[in-house]
């Protein structure tokens, strides 16, 4: 009689925990309650989940089991990737653009256009794909031309770099009828030579191209009732002696009230291999020796 009250008693107790069991605990509140120490599940499932329907496991605050469908979000914030994983975010963000260069920089995850050639870069285009700048504007004065040289390369053209020449001086005829070199009585004032290209009486090409050449000659008018012929030239070419290219001739009048002048001008375009040389002449014609005329030589190149 007594057994049996015992097992009446555990089978009452039995039914009234039924619905909660606990390991370390007498006072279970989940139907598995762990009061301390590990869980482990030997020979769990090796098989792989299935998307879409398979859930994660996850444990809340109170270390009650739950599952949750897995969600992972990346986004891109200011040049960092974010993974965010059932509303998780991972940190650190992980950087997707560092940096860029070659005439690129990147600013917060944005590729930008501007900033120093790290190399030789080439932008080829072709008569369909062309190359256009939009809204450019107008300069209020004159800064420089940009340019392109026999390599396609673009370069700035200033009034510094650009090819000029101006040199002033005279020449004095030993004797008629013999043209010579506007450096026989000395060497010409430059009063400008951009380039370093103009040397005694001979201006070296430092680039091909074409160069307009202006050779202006004042010759001394007589006072004493005779004429004579003024003459110029304009040599170009191959150097150091350039062969004969243009020329041109003046008769000068004897002066009638005062000893006056007469200008010849001489203006023409050369075309010029780098290296190349033009040189000027002067000569007269049926006149007394001893005459000396000034001159003016202005070369710059057009191309």
């Known amino acids: 009689m007594r057994l049996i009250l015992i097992l009446i008693l555990m089978l009452v107790k039995s039914i009234s925990f039924a619905q909660n069991t606990g390991i370390g605990t007498v006072t279970p509140t989940e139907k598995l309650d762990v009061a301390a120490g590990n ?93 256009a700048i939009s809204g450019l504007q107008g300069a209020t004065s004159s800064v420089g031309t940009v340019v392109v040289d026999a390599s396609s390369v673009l370069k700035l053209k200033t009034a510094a ?7 002033t001086g005279n020449v004095t005829f030993v004797s008629d009828n013999q043209f010579y070199y506007t450096n026989n009585n000395g060497a010409g004032t430059e009063t400008f030579d951009n380039l370093n290209e103009f040397t005694s009486a001979t201006f070296t090409a430092a680039q091909t191209g074409l160069y307009q050449v202006s050779f202006s000659v004042n010759f001394p008018q007589p006072n004493n009732g005779t004429t004579y012929l003024g003459r110029a030239r ?24 005062s000893v006056s002048n007469d200008i010849l001008n001489i ?22 020796n001893g005459r000396t005329a000034n001159y003016i030589i202005n070369i710059s190149r057009v191309d």
């Not at 860029?100 to 917060?108: Q, T």
């Not at 770099?161 to 040199?167: D, E, Q």
């Not at 062969?243 to 008769?251: A, L, M, V």
């Not at 203006?267 to 007394?288: E, F, P, R």
């Open 161 to 167: 770099s650009v090819s000029a020449v101006r040199v």
């Open 267 to 288: 203006t023409d375009v050369v075309k010029l291999n780098a290296g190349q040389v033009i040189q000027c002449q002067v000569a007269t014609w049926q006149s007394a």
């Open 39 to 131: 869980v482990r599940i030997r020979n769990i499932g090796t098989s792989p989940g299935v998307a879409g329907t398979d859930k994660t496991v996850v444990a809340d605050a109170n270390g009650v089991l739950k599952t949750v469908t897995t969600t992972n979000i990346l986004t891109a914030v200011n040049g960092n990737l974010i993974s965010t994983v059932n509303g998780l975010a991972s940190t650190p963000a992980v950087p997707i653009l560092t940096t860029a260069s070659n005439g690129l920089n990147a600013v917060a995850g944005d590729v930008r256009l501007g900033g120093t050639l790290s190399a030789p870069t080439t932008i080829a285009t072709s008569a369909a794909n062309t190359l």
């Open 234 to 257: 304009i040599l170009a070419g191959t150097g150091p002696i350039a062969p004969y290219y243009s020329g041109g001739n003046t008769k000068i009048s004897a002066a009638v009230v």
